[in-house]
Structure formats: C-alpha cells, structure tokens
C-alpha cells in the first residue's frame, strides 16, 4: 500500500503532537493507517477491555446483591423465630428469595447452590 500512515501522535515527553507517517498498512473511511493506529485493531482492543470492566462490574453486583439476600433472608428468619416458628407469614418471600440467591451463587461460582426443595 503506498502512502503514510495520518494519525496524530505524542511522542513520550513532547508536548506537541506530529503524524504518525508510519507506512501505511490499512485505509479505513479514506483515510491510511500503519498497523499501529488501524481504527479496526484499537478498536478490537476496546472492546476487550470494555468487556473485561462489564464482567469485573457484573461481579461486583452479583457479590453485593448475594449479600442483601443473606441480610434479608436473615431477618425473615428472626420473624420466624419471633412468630413462634410459624412460616406461614415470610415462605412465599423466602422461597422467591432463595431462588434468586441460589441464581447469583450459580452466576459467581457454578455447582455451589443451595438445595431449594419447599
Ligand atoms: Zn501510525
């Protein structure tokens, strides 16, 4: 491919940018790019990277949602004891939580639910 590549660049410590004018290995849009600064490739490795921080940040909700279904199972479990055992009041709320609970532990560590028999 003939011609060079048109990005702009820093180089380390300048303040002031240049053309990168590396020989040119793409067009994207009409514009040339070397391989360096192909739009497709850094692209590409945007995306990674953008995917890596979704899955770290759907981590981190999954962990923080397990342990406000810990928290509130916990109280349903008071209210139990505070009726005298009955369940009658918190199942149905125990059950639809328990479902889920076992949904997050399935989704941040496969294999290790708990057994949801009623
Ligand atoms: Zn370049």
Redesign the pocket.
């Known amino acids: 491919m003939e011609g060079?590549?048109?990005?702009m660049?820093y180089s380390p410590g300048a303040w002031r940018s240049h053309?990168?004018?590396?020989k040119?290995k793409v067009e994207v849009h009409g514009k040339l790019?070397?391989?360096?600064?192909?739009p497709k490739r850094l692209q590409a490795i945007e995306d990674v990277k953008t995917a890596e921080r979704n899955r770290k940040w759907e981590r981190v909700r999954l962990i923080r949602r397990k342990s406000e279904l810990l928290e509130d199972l916990g109280k349903l479990m008071i209210s139990v004891m505070a009726n005298n055992g009955n369940v009658i009041y918190v199942a149905g709320d125990a059950r639809l939580k328990i479902v889920e609970y076992n949904d997050v532990v399935n989704k941040l560590e496969p294999k290790q639910e708990v057994a949801n028999e009623a």
């Open positions: 060079t590549c048109c990005e660049v053309i990168c004018g590396r040119a790019y070397c391989g360096i600064h192909d």
